[in-house]
């Protein structure tokens, strides 16, 4: 182990109850999240992807503590959030922030641009008056906005500089970690760009964490340091950026990365595509055993009977598939090329 | 052989209490037969508009076809589409012609079985009888690759899932043999791995029946595995057309070369800053009067603020709407 990560997550889950039956006199449990370990150094990005419904936001908010953990625990520089009572949560929140997927909903029409930004400092009482002034122009010049907009309204400005503002909003409290929940899936292509390099750089200079939640594998991949697959609430595979996109383990890190089109014909005529059959089940009603195996392609008897253990099957690449070591024995990764 | 689809100079205004939406300004393209072709734009380039008014399905006011021709050509001979009157384009609807929209959660009717709105166009287009069509809309079902097809067919759209309601849409689409399907966005709602389904059925279909389809969609990385061609649009105008394998390779207009360069690659390792067209697309309140993309553009000069460019040869098959890539001169 390297040193102390800034966040710790352990069998995090979550889950969530629906009334259902006669008068909602029985529960259906919804398995959001179910037990998920991680870790996030300082200053690094952890990219988290899977397909709706599969739990990535719902984590993403349960580390954060905007949903209350069912079980398990997540420390934060050493601090058990989930132990916390909720005065300590609220003076520690200074420190974690975050970005939310819709510019258009998550910023207040009502107040101006300088308000949103400064609402963070104002509530945890840390500036007013003319320092907080000078910090709103500083944060507006730090995200690439013109300090003179700060008196517009969220509608005057278009989707990318929307964003821009969320960051600078999260970005007021000097936070050491920010979960960016989908934050470039509402914005066109050439403006994704704009928001990705601009969260790039603003991690070169403040050194800060994130979490970066998004269903766009190739994104994910240009952003992160380590990524984290996600399927049907578990963690199915963890490994650095190059290593889970070039050597997969898990199945379905396989056939995700194989569905996702690159951007050169002569290379996708060539590609060999593990075309998954069926559609994710409900989290209301997991399959048993590795919640995966209705739809693997290599599944075996045992993949029905029993849940895989999380594990780290190579240095710094964890996965949870009871087939693993044969698949690394096949190299199956080899013979079917990705790309 | 003549192209199935020739638009040419396609002007469509939205008429609006506060204003005039210029959303397509002088769009021309050619459809070969069995060719697919995939036009590409980001939100608001007028890709969807062009579309929907070649298949006269914008409501008017407050939207207006202002100007330009789409001559379609089948077996019975060549037809200005904007020009038709409105049954005889209701039976090319869903006939000839089908398509496919992005969102099939509101595309299909909620109230209506999967079945009902099969046969209804097997029944209006092709003259079945309930009996026959029923049992073409199951075989169309198993086609599209529904499980249960006979189980499916008396199935609301509520009780599938995405994936299922967009094979159902293909199956509309398909149902009565078009010669041509327009595709609008088709997997833009769906997740990558039902994605690669879809696209994995609809190259099947295309392969089978030989249909010629334009694709359009705002992925350049999907467009790579599918075009024939592909027509970049900006603004409500062709910025780029080029055979796919040269627009990937030897993009000529520099918003081109801005998209593909903005797009992060699974099949690279290396660690780069992407390229970031700065600024935002223009008011399309404001009508043209040069290049669009002049504001956004590296390599603008003088002209680029004087006149609009047309698209023109940069090479063989391969046209550019730019003053830059002609050269000064031209």
């Known amino acids: ?339 | 052989m003549p192209p199935i689809l020739e638009v040419k100079n396609l002007v469509t205004k939205f008429h609006a209490i506060d204003g005039v939406v210029n959303a397509v300004n002088g769009v021309s393209f050619t459809l070969e037969e069995g060719e697919t072709l995939a036009i590409v734009g980001e939100s608001g380039s007028g890709k969807s508009v062009s579309m929907m008014s070649i298949l006269g399905l914008l409501p008017s006011p407050p939207a207006k076809v202002e100007s330009g021709q789409a001559i379609f050509h089948s077996e019975k001979g060549a037809v200005d589409l904007l020009k038709l009157p409105y049954e005889e384009m209701s039976n090319m609807r869903g006939g000839r012609i089908g398509f496919i929209f992005q969102d099939p959660g509101t595309s299909l009717n909620p109230i209506l079985t999967v079945g009902e709105q099969i046969t209804e166009s097997l029944t209006r287009h092709l003259g079945l009888d309930s009996q026959q069509a029923r049992r073409r809309a199951v075989d169309l079902l198993a086609v599209v690759g529904i499980p249960d097809p006979e189980l499916r067919f008396s199935a609301y759209p509520f009780q599938l899932s995405g994936g299922m309601r967009q094979r159902v849409m293909i199956a509309i689409a398909v149902a009565c043999s078009p010669s041509m399907v327009i595709a609008d966005e088709p997997t833009t709602a769906l997740d990558v791995t039902i994605q690669a389904q879809i696209v994995s059925l609809f190259k099947d279909l295309r392969k089978k029946m030989g249909v010629s389809t334009i694709w359009i969609t705002h992925d350049l990385g999907l467009v790579a595995g599918l075009a024939d061609r592909v027509l970049v649009m900006y603004a409500g105008k062709v910025m780029e057309s080029a055979p796919v394998d040269d627009l990937y390779e030897n993009p000529q207009h520099p918003y081109t070369v801005g998209l593909l360069g903005a797009l992060p690659r699974l099949d690279t390792d290396e660690e780069r800053r992407l390229v970031s067209i700065e600024g935002a697309p223009p008011d399309s309140t404001i009508p043209i009067q040069h290049c669009p993309f002049a504001w956004r553009c590296t390599r603008v000069f003088e002209r680029c603020w004087q006149e609009v460019p047309a698209l023109l040869d940069v090479e063989k098959n391969h046209q550019a709407s730019c003053f830059a890539v002609r050269g000064r001169g031209g």
């Not at chain 1, 008056?129 to 907009?149: H, I, K, M, S």
């Open chain 1, 1 to 339: 182990m390297e040193s102390t990560p800034l966040i710790r997550v352990q069998d995090l889950t979550k889950h969530f109850y629906i009334p259902s039956g006669f008068f909602g006199r029985s529960n259906i449990v919804v398995k959001a999240v179910d037990g998920v370990s991680f870790n996030i150094q300082a200053g690094e990005t952890l990219g988290m992807v899977g397909e709706s419904g599969c739990g990535k936001s719902t984590t993403g908010r349960a580390v954060l503590q905007l949903h209350k953990p069912t079980s398990g625990k997540v420390f934060f520089d050493g601090r058990e959030l989930t132990a916390l009572r909720h005065e300590e949560l609220r003076l520690l929140r200074t420190r974690f922030q975050m970005v939310f997927q819709d510019p258009y909903a998550s910023l207040n029409p009502r107040h101006s641009v300088g308000a949103i930004i400064a609402e963070p400092l104002v509530i945890h009482g840390i500036m007013s008056g003319n320092e907080l002034q000078d910090r709103v122009t500083e944060l507006l010049e730090l995200v690439g906005l013109n300090p003179a907009y700060r008196n517009r309204f969220p509608h005057e400005f278009s989707g990318g500089q929307r964003q821009r503002i969320m960051i600078a909003r999260a970005l007021s409290v000097k936070p050491d970690f920010i979960v960016c929940d989908e934050p470039i899936s509402a914005l066109d292509v050439s403006i994704q760009a704009q928001v990705v390099n601009l969260l790039q750089e603003l991690q070169e200079k403040l050194g800060v964490a994130y979490l970066f939640i998004a269903h766009d594998l190739s994104m994910v991949k240009h952003i992160s340091h380590r990524v984290a697959v996600m399927y049907l609430g578990k963690v199915v595979e963890l490994a650095g950026r190059n290593e889970i996109f070039d050597n997969p383990i898990h199945p379905y890190t396989q056939s995700l990365t194989s569905a996702v089109p690159i951007p050169n014909p002569k290379l996708e005529r060539r590609r060999q595509r593990i075309i998954l059959k069926g559609e994710p089940p409900s989290p209301a009603n997991p399959p048993s055993g590795c919640v995966f195996h209705p739809r693997c392609p290599i599944a075996e008897k045992i993949c029905k009977m029993e849940a895989p253990e999380f594990s780290e099957i190579q240095p710094g690449h964890f996965t949870a598939c009871h087939l693993a070591h044969t698949q690394i024995e096949n190299k199956i990764v080899k013979d079917a090329p990705i790309y």
